[in-house]
């Protein structure tokens, strides 16, 4: 502990005695400072025993020990030493009186004590509070260290919480909680998420000082890693602002868990490598040698159903948005415990993920996260999406290169569509006429029925609307001619009138198909 009065009260050589403030002796000394001015407040900063033999001072006018006291104490002076037999051979009463209203410790210091004595000893409790702080630093620095090396992230956390008599916690990339000591700190730091994203918004290194959840603690935030963007933080929680001793013990506590990022980070740009020879083996229909060069690394994933994700940018993307999906998709992953291969080459993002696992739910969680930006963005005037993802259905090795085309598919018709993100297995749930709502389709249609239109347009039939009944019906005379309400000779000559203006014959199935198509296309079958 630093040097409080009572230290120096109850140190045998110096010979003080307590004469005011009896019941604030436990206040820290931080120097002990000699002044004979009448007012040495500007030369303060707050913590000293202030040493004095009253020399220039009025000790007998009790109102100018009032003011001289009354500033002593706002200053943030912690005592006074007031030598006797000096200029006076005992302390005046003017100035007992007025420490003891103001309760400003006053020790009286005897003849045979030198001012010196009394800096000395102060200056030697300081120099040992620090060597011990020091010392106690180093031997935290090695315990953790040693924890890092043998037990990894979980048991530094428990040493370093240990160390500051509080506790630590481990965030990720994406601001979850990745471990915390003591267990039940899990809580409590999962509350911290928000300040945890302020914090990774800012360039490397930066920390921060927030009122733990409902003020329980004193909570520190500080960013992990060397990048532009952290890629981890680390928060402690004590009852107080850590000693010299603690903040060792949390800078080492950095230092290691920041060695451990970027150790991740040179590990997964190798896993990296190993995942696109590993997706390129599968997508040229090379199950077994993609699973002998995954080896144990993705080896569980290969062996169960997964789901391919394709991703891309939009075109007014801004940051970085397939690094945030990448980083939701692998700290799921991570936390659930499951393997997960992403590959991306800045422009796009392949994932293979375990169906129905974490990292394809976080994914749509993310997609509708996005989802209701870019429909708030287009009530102001925006419509373009952030990032545009295709998802297939369930598949396995095997057939990684059709899911792979199932995904790219999906991408497309997302784009196409205006959407975030599209599943594969929802495109065949629905119609396949949202597929058509493209301009080339359109002008196609347009086109393809013009003639119809423009002789329909002169009054002398209703030659759309018939194509369009005669269709629906498969052509059936009678039923499409009842639901036109005319004679079934007379809707004969129509589509006779059809075939010669578009030159086509409707006994051919495809020009069937591709008017059906075009009209419904064109929003043509309504009547």
Not at 53 to 75: F, I, N, S
Not at 177 to 205: D, I, K, M, Q
Not at 242 to 271: F, K, N
Not at 358 to 387: K, P, S
Request: contains cysteine; hydrophobic residues 45%; aromatic residues 4%.
């Amino acid at each position: 502990m630093p040097p409080t009065l009572a230290s120096l009260v109850h140190h045998s050589a110096l010979k003080l005695t307590v004469r005011a403030g009896e019941d604030r002796l436990d206040v820290p000394v931080r120097w002990a400072h000699v002044s004979e001015l009448a007012d040495p407040v500007p030369y303060m900063e707050g913590g000293e025993l202030l040493l004095v033999t009253a020399l220039k001072l009025d000790a007998e006018d009790p109102e100018a020990m009032r003011r001289y006291v009354k500033r002593l104490a706002g200053a943030g002076v912690v005592g006074i030493g007031f030598a006797v037999g000096v200029n006076y051979d005992e302390i005046p009463e003017a100035l007992l009186d007025a420490a003891r209203e103001e309760g400003l410790p006053l020790l009286e210091v005897p003849r045979r004590t030198p001012f010196l004595a009394i800096s000395k000893a102060v200056s030697a409790a300081i120099a040992a509070e620090q060597y011990r702080a020091v010392t106690a630093g180093f031997a935290a620095q090695r315990e953790l260290t040693r924890q890092a090396l043998t037990t990894g992230p979980e048991g530094l956390l428990g040493a370093l919480a240990a160390q500051l008599d509080g506790w630590a916690a481990l965030y990720d990339a994406s601001g979850a909680v990745v471990a915390a000591a003591p267990e039940w700190a899990h809580r409590r730091a999962a509350r911290l998420t928000a300040e945890v994203e302020r914090l990774r918004e800012r360039p490397a290194p930066a920390s921060s000082v927030v009122g733990g959840p409902d003020n329980e603690d004193r909570v520190e935030l500080h960013s992990l890693g060397t990048g532009r963007r952290p890629r981890a933080a680390l928060a402690v929680g004590t009852a107080a602002a850590p000693g010299t001793a603690e903040r060792y013990a949390v800078h080492s506590a950095i230092a290691l868990l920041t060695l451990t990022t970027e150790r991740s980070r040179s590990l997964h740009a190798a896993e990296q490598r190993v995942g696109a020879a590993v997706l390129r083996m599968l997508l040229a229909g090379e199950p077994d040698h993609a699973r002998a060069v995954a080896g144990d690394l993705y080896g569980g994933l290969l062996d169960a159903p997964f789901r391919v994700l394709v991703a891309e940018a939009g075109t007014g993307a801004d940051g970085d948005p397939l690094g945030a999906l990448t980083e939701a998709v692998e700290s799921a992953a991570a936390r659930s415990g499951e393997a997960v291969l992403a590959v991306s080459d800045g422009e796009r993002l392949v994932v293979l993920a375990a169906d129905g696992g974490a990292a394809v739910a976080a994914c749509l969680a993310h997609a509708g996260v996005l989802e209701t930006t870019r429909t708030a963005a287009e009530t102001r005037g925006g419509d373009e999406n952030a990032l545009v993802v295709g998802l297939s259905a369930p598949a396995g090795p095997s057939a990684a290169a059709a899911a792979h085309r199932q995904a790219e598919q999906a991408l497309s018709v997302a784009r196409r569509r205006g959407r975030v993100l599209v599943e594969h297995e929802h495109l065949a749930a629905g119609s396949v006429l949202p597929l058509l709502a493209d301009d080339a389709v359109r002008a196609f249609a347009d086109g393809l029925l013009r003639a119809l239109r423009e002789h329909d347009a002169t009054g002398r039939g209703d030659l759309v609307a018939s194509l369009r009944a005669w269709l629906s019906r498969h052509g059936q005379w009678d039923a499409a001619a009842a639901d036109l309400g005319v004679h079934r000779h007379t809707l004969r000559y129509r589509m006779r009138r059809v075939e010669e203006i578009l030159g086509r014959s409707l006994d051919d199935p495809d020009v069937r198909m591709e008017l059906w198509l075009a009209l419904k296309t064109t929003g043509a079958e309504q009547p």
